[in-house]
C-alpha cells in the first residue's frame, strides 16, 4: 500500500472513530485538471443554486434563497486554492420579495477540506444522503467572511444543492480542487 492509500486509509479509522463519515470523491465526473474544475463550478454553482426550491425559515411565515452569483479562484499562500464566493439573500413572504441581504466567503480548500452534510448540519457519506456541500474550519475562524458587508467569524459554510446529480459534479469538482485531488 502506498503512502496516500495508507494516510486516506487512517484518516477512514480517524473519521469514523469520531463518529464521523468521510465524503466519497467517485460520486461525479473526473476533471482533466484544477483549470477544468474551476471553470466548471464558475459556470454551475450559479445555475445550480438559482434551481433551488425557496425554504421556510423555522417559526416564522419568511421563505429564503440563498443565490450564488459569483465565483472565483485564486492560489493561498499554502499553494492550495481559495474559492471565493458572492451570495445573494433573498427572504419572501409569499412571491413578494421582503429583504435583500448578500454573503461573501473565502474558502482555502486546503484548510476546510470539503464534505457533505445532512438537512441537520451531520457528515453524510453519499450524495443520495446529502443537501449540501461543507466546508468546515478544524480550527475556527479559517473563513474570510461577511454578511451584508459585516465582517462575520463563521466555522464553517455549505451550499445547498437540490439537484442530485448537479451536486455530485459540483462536489467532484471542489474535490479536484484539493492539492491530493480529491
Not at 126 to 146: Q, R
Not at 166 to 178: C, I, P, S, V
Request: charged content about 20%; some cysteine.
Amino acid at each position: 500500500m502506498d503512502i496516500c492509500a495508507q494516510t486516506r486509509a487512517a484518516m477512514t479509522l480517524a473519521l469514523a472513530a469520531l463518529g464521523l463519515a468521510p465524503a466519497r470523491a467517485a460520486e461525479g465526473p473526473p476533471f482533466a485538471n484544477k483549470a477544468a474544475a474551476q471553470a466548471y463550478i464558475a459556470r454551475a454553482l450559479p445555475e445550480a443554486t438559482a434551481a433551488n426550491p425557496k425554504y421556510k425559515d423555522p417559526n416564522s411565515d419568511v421563505e429564503t434563497r440563498w443565490l450564488t452569483k459569483s465565483v472565483t479562484f485564486q492560489t493561498g499562500p499554502d499553494g492550495g486554492v481559495i474559492v471565493s464566493m458572492h451570495e445573494d439573500i433573498l427572504k419572501y413572504r409569499g412571491d413578494a420579495i421582503v429583504s435583500r441581504g448578500s454573503h461573501e466567503v473565502e474558502i482555502p480548500l486546503e484548510i476546510t477540506g470539503v464534505g457533505l452534510i445532512s438537512d441537520a448540519w451531520i457528515p453524510v457519506d453519499t450524495i443520495d444522503a446529502a443537501a449540501g456541500i461543507l466546508f468546515k474550519c478544524p480550527n475556527a475562524p479559517c473563513l474570510n467572511s461577511t454578511h451584508d458587508g459585516k465582517p462575520s467569524v463563521d466555522p464553517q459554510t455549505d451550499i445547498t444543492i437540490s439537484d442530485k446529480e448537479q451536486m455530485a459534479k459540483l462536489y467532484a469538482a471542489f474535490r479536484a480542487l484539493l492539492k491530493t485531488g480529491g
